[in-house]
């Protein structure tokens, strides 16, 4: 090994690891894509190098995304079946046995690899070993990355405004309504050091309850808080919610084409290919008061008024589109009124 210069060695070794990478992501993805059914959960879109698999309606679509050399997916409820128990402790416990299985095949890598580790350090080792040695220590690395990763999200965050916002989300699957919840700012809970991303994601529950009571002037500065987010972060379905609380707002409340038009750009194809009430209304509201196309809004209005009840939804957040939609439909009637006359 004493002609391989270190530069050649390197970049063998950093192939390795990112070989590592990759293997640990593949291991992830198939672990959810097995697992995750039996917890009520289902892997809802898989991006990688600038193109994404989402899924729709129990269908595969293909789409662009902003460019990720990082294998990600997205798990999350899967609402075509009732949602029973605690959702919080099944996520748990889901990330939990994949990070062993990640963990599981790191260890195997290491015993099937212990010579190698022998001879670690001597001049004996060959091209094929060292990469063989990188890529069983680059896994056991990740994979002690993803526990780590799994402890922060679980069982720090679970005591900061993260683990209150489960908690919500859990109350609402209960049956609980918005005003059952007595959501205030983050500013008056008993929260220290609140990340961007904790809160977008509280406030993404909390301006639903401001608009369930008409309270329009005080959503401002929590889609200051969404614009602020979702302007340094790539778009995916987790933050779905966030664009579509903009589109709304920039349709309905301060109407502001050009603010409309740049985060429905995102969400557009999204939207269109759900059949979810709350898709169907920020859409009916766009194209409303942003196209003036009265005829495909009063048709979405109609669609997704008839999803409300087969809807996967919780009863506030059904109540809540009820209410947006039928509004809407009032108005669209009054305004087909004024044509004919």
Not at 19 to 33: E, P, Q, T
Request: charged share 25%; hydrophobic share 45%; proline share 3%.
């Amino acid at each position: 090994m004493s002609h391989i210069s270190t530069e050649k060695l390197m970049i063998f070794i950093t192939f390795a690891f990112l070989i590592a990478i990759y293997l640990k992501s593949i291991i992830a993805l198939l672990a959810d894509c097995i697992l995750a059914p039996l917890f009520g959960f289902e892997v809802k879109s898989v991006s990688i190098f600038g193109l994404s698999l989402m899924k729709y309606e129990k269908k595969w679509k293909l789409q662009s995304v902003p460019f990720s050399p990082v294998l990600s997916r997205t798990v999350s409820i899967d609402t075509s079946r009732p949602v029973s128990g605690d959702v919080r402790k099944k996520s748990k416990l889901l990330s939990f046995i994949n990070c062993c299985i990640q963990l599981g095949v790191g260890i195997i890598l290491v015993i099937v690899f212990r010579d190698i580790f022998g001879k670690f350090g001597s001049s004996e080792l060959s091209i094929s070993e060292i990469c063989r040695f990188s890529l069983a220590v680059g896994m056991m690395l990740h994979s002690i990355g993803s526990y780590v990763i799994w402890y922060i999200a679980f069982c720090v965050m679970g005591k900061r405004l993260a683990g209150y916002t489960d908690e919500l989300l859990e109350r609402l699957r209960n049956g609980e309504s918005f005003a059952d919840l007595d959501m205030k700012p983050v500013s008056e809970l008993p929260f220290e050091k609140v990340s961007d991303m904790e809160k977008a994601f509280y406030y993404s529950i909390y301006v639903m309850q401001l608009i369930y009571e008409d309270r329009y002037p005080e959503m401002k500065p929590y889609i200051n808080v969404f614009q602020s987010y979702v302007n340094q972060h790539e778009f995916t379905p987790h933050n779905l919610l966030m664009y579509c609380h903009l589109v709304y707002y920039y349709s309905e409340i301060e109407r502001v084409p050009m603010m409309a038009d740049a985060y429905m750009k995102s969400i557009n194809a999204m939207l269109i290919a759900d059949n979810d009430p709350n898709s169907k209304r920020v859409l009916a509201y766009y194209y409303c008061n942003m196209k003036n196309d009265f005829a495909f809004a009063d048709r979405l209005v109609r669609e997704g008024l008839d999803a409300i009840d087969t809807s996967r939804l919780t009863k506030a957040e059904k109540d809540l589109e009820r209410k947006l939609l039928t509004r809407l439909s009032e108005r669209l009637r009054g305004i087909r009124e004024n044509i004919q006359q």
